[in-house]
């Protein structure tokens, strides 16, 4: 593994939505990209990314609980200089803010610089919704994918193009 590279962790679960946004950024970055489910890697013995990417649908107004736990798993390091981005589709991407929000604290707290992120819609067909045929029916598309796309690269682009102190800073 080399700090060249970036460790996309994917947790899709419902309709296999977020998985699709995360495999266009891995496409997007070639060969410095690396995805993986969170309970595929040992956060005990991550190795040295140069940049994480978490994400997943969204479940009662939070990520999957597994990407926060898998956090929380990550060691104390006092100069943590792994940058991150957070991404996930959910019913209600323009609320992504808030949906990211008690995964981002977690971060915080483990010293992980959060530099992105990405939300967009994603196919819903939780309880009632089912009955209507969805919301979101489509989604992720086309533009959706470009969109994750062009931000994977261009967030890479910056964190690579950055010195390593400025990788770190909050
Ligand atoms: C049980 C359940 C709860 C959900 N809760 C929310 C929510 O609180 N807010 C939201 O915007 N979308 C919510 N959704 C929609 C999902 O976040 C959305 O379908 C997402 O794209 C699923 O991603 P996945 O297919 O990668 O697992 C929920 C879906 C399910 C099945």
Known sequence: MSGAQCLILCKSVHHGNTARVARA??????????????????????GDYG???LGSGVFYGRMHPVLEE???????VPERTMPAFVFSTSGLPFLARLWH????????RKGVAVVGEFACRGFDT??????????????????DLARAREFAGRLSRAVYSCSPSMRAAP
């Open 25 to 46: 950024m891995a496409d997007a970055l070639g060969e410095a990209a690396v995805m993986a489910a969170p309970e595929d890697v040992s956060p005990t013995s991550l």
């Open 51 to 53: 940049l994480l990417g």
């Open 70 to 76: 898998w956090v929380c798993g990550l060691p104390e």
């Open 101 to 108: 929000w008690p995964l981002k604290r977690v971060l915080a």
């Open 126 to 143: 939780w309880g009632p919704l089912w009955f209507a045929g969805g919301l979101n029916r489509k989604h992720p598309d086309a533009r």
